[in-house]
């Protein structure tokens, strides 16, 4: 199609846009034929078997390889910071993050690594004790999915897949990142491969962070850093698999992580206004003054060892699509340190209904704490292409922990 310009001259504006709408219209049809992409990711976690994100009937999102490669951050949860819907929790330990999914707590969000769950017998929720360098891809379910993944998947589930060998013989990876904010350095080396039927992996990272940069304030009055807000990971793994049979339609895998945390908790001075009430006959009556001068939460250990094998048969008849069946043993070793010192000027107290002199006060209290927590687990899925139109899955899942 040919405009001559000069014979739209006489036409008036609404003509002129017609026409030029209409001579536009087709190239804009063109393009965005040329530009449609279909929404094609797979996804496991919000139906338990293989569907695509649009088909699948959960809210889903994935978070893919090259994204996690192209942010380079620090930690699970700071890949997931820009999933709608999805929050990151960092309060008083900022080297531990935890996921908070449409305003649910993070105790009601059921974290899995490759389709097992990651056991974390404490009120607030598991911690991603895992390196980001490792990861394949994130799936994330928003909203309940207690049917699938049990009783505490009420805010949603995450599951991390994380890799498996290269497709070449050998690929080494190497990688190094610094973050300003807490002076943080981290690194990671892997090497990973396939040789015909067997695929490879063999990882290592870490990082170290001090005490973070922030601006002075309530928390930080004398300092630009926030006190004790450091944090330490090592993380190692391996991965081994194998395709068996004629087909190779049969795949067996061993995965070994383990994955040591070290994290100071930041402290909140703050002061009391009333005195603390002795025992016995003597009761304090006022307070002019009682600070609380120093308060840490330190976790030196929050270790996390873990072995898993997995199994998957897939086409094995035009009944059976699937069958899947994984073990695992989980250990993870917590310890806690608390601190806390009381100071105070001009404490009044009573004695048999008679106020003492003010006095001073100093008082410093120390604790120390020890547990782990062994998880022993597994389970079994079936899927059954019982109609050509739909798919039964069936399963059983056990866990075992003290």
Do not use: C
């Amino acid at each position: 199609m040919t405009l001559n310009f000069h014979e739209l001259l006489p036409m008036n504006r609404t003509r002129l846009a017609v026409v030029i709408a209409a001579a536009i219209t087709p190239l804009m049809a063109a393009h965005a034929q040329e530009k449609t992409t279909l929404l094609d990711t797979m996804t496991v976690v919000g139906t338990r078997t293989e569907t695509t994100v649009r088909d699948n009937p959960a809210s889903v999102s994935v978070v893919e390889r090259e994204q996690i490669e192209k942010r380079g951050a620090d930690s699970v949860a700071e890949l997931l910071r820009d999933v709608p819907g999805v929050s990151v929790v960092d309060t008083a330990v900022a080297g531990m993050k935890r996921i908070r999914i449409r305003g649910e707590q993070s105790n009601r969000v059921v974290i899995l690594v490759d389709g097992q769950e990651m056991t974390d017998h404490s009120s607030f929720g598991a911690p991603f004790l895992i390196d980001p360098s490792n990861i394949e891809r994130i799936e994330v379910v928003r909203g309940p999915a207690s049917v699938m993944h049990g009783a505490k998947a009420i805010g949603g589930v995450i599951n991390v897949i994380t890799k498996k060998g290269a497709t070449d013989p050998v690929v080494v990876e190497l990688g190094a990142g610094y973050f300003s904010g807490s002076k943080g350095k981290q690194a990671s080396a892997a090497v990973s491969g396939t040789l015909d039927r067997f695929d490879y992996r063999l990882a290592v990272s870490g990082d170290d962070h001090k005490d973070r940069r922030v601006a002075k304030g309530r928390h930080s009055p004398d300092s630009t850093k926030l006190p004790n807000s450091g944090s330490e990971n090592k993380d190692a793994s391996l991965h081994l698999g194998m395709k068996l049979g004629e087909r190779e339609n049969h795949y067996l895998s061993f995965k070994a992580n383990e994955h040591r945390l070290k994290a100071d908790g930041w402290e909140d001075n703050f002061s009391l206004v009333k005195g603390l009430p002795a025992a016995g006959i003597v009761n304090s009556v006022s307070a002019g003054h009682i600070d609380v001068t120093q308060f840490n939460a330190n976790l030196p250990k929050r270790d996390l060892k873990k072995a898993g094998l997995y199994y998957e048969g897939t086409d094995l008849s035009p009944l059976v699509r699937k069958v899947s069946a994984d073990v695992f043993y989980q250990k993870v070793d917590r310890e806690f340190d608390n601190f806390i010192r009381l100071e105070g000027d001009d404490v009044v107290y009573e004695l048999f209904g008679s106020p003492l002199p003010p006095s001073q006060i100093a008082l410093s209290m120390a604790s120390s704490s020890k547990d782990t927590t062994k998880t022993f687990g597994g389970s079994t899925q079936i899927d059954l292409a019982l109609h050509e139109d739909h798919y039964t899955v069936a399963g059983l899942q056990y866990y075992l922990g003290n």
